[in-house]
């Protein structure tokens, strides 16, 4: 990521980020044009997946979803979470301790001036949320997620 944009949102300012040409395409195995993700994306989930946005927190209807069954990337449909490791942390995201084996992937994100660990899908490269080491056990991680870059569907 190399350009940085603001996008004005009444009070609120969110950065966002965007992928430098090829530069998404060369990363992940499920590749569209920025056309087909926005025809495919909603305005907010677009910004969130594409350009690493943040939701604002206890908006998504997924915070309250108990239901059994799998979480999966909003963009392109992979499975990434199991109803069984979420939890409610209180953060106003949906959080889980952890996701499913290979599903996703990290890097570090200096973005707000402190090391955290962005969190994205395996397969497209979408921006879900991060994860932070003060979840619960067995793995005692909380995998911060925008329910707008999730899907879910029960068992």
């Not at 009444?10 to 998404?24: D, H, M, N």
């Not at 499913?100 to 899908?121: F, I």
């Not at 909380?142 to 329910?147: D, E, T």
Request: one cysteine or more; proline letters at 8%.
């Amino acid at each position: 990521m190399n350009r940085r944009q603001f996008l004005g949102m009444g009070a609120a300012t969110l950065i966002l980020w965007q992928f430098a040409p090829g530069e998404a395409e060369a990363a992940y195995p499920y590749i569209l044009s920025d056309a087909e993700w926005r025809k495919r994306l909603s305005p907010l989930a677009y910004n969130v997946l594409r350009h690493r946005a943040t939701e604002y927190p206890f908006t998504s209807p997924l915070n309250k979803e108990h239901r059994s069954g799998i979480f999966s990337c909003a963009g392109c449909g992979q499975r990434l979470f199991s109803s069984r490791t979420k939890f409610d942390s209180g953060t106003g995201w949906p959080s889980f301790w952890a996701p499913l084996p290979g599903m996703v992937g990290t890097s570090r994100d200096l973005e707000l001036g402190y090391p955290r660990t962005e969190v994205h899908c395996a397969r497209c490269g979408g921006h879900l949320g991060h994860v932070f080491d003060d979840g619960p056990r067995p793995t005692g991680k909380r995998y911060c997620m925008n329910g707008v870059a999730l899907a879910f569907a029960p068992d």
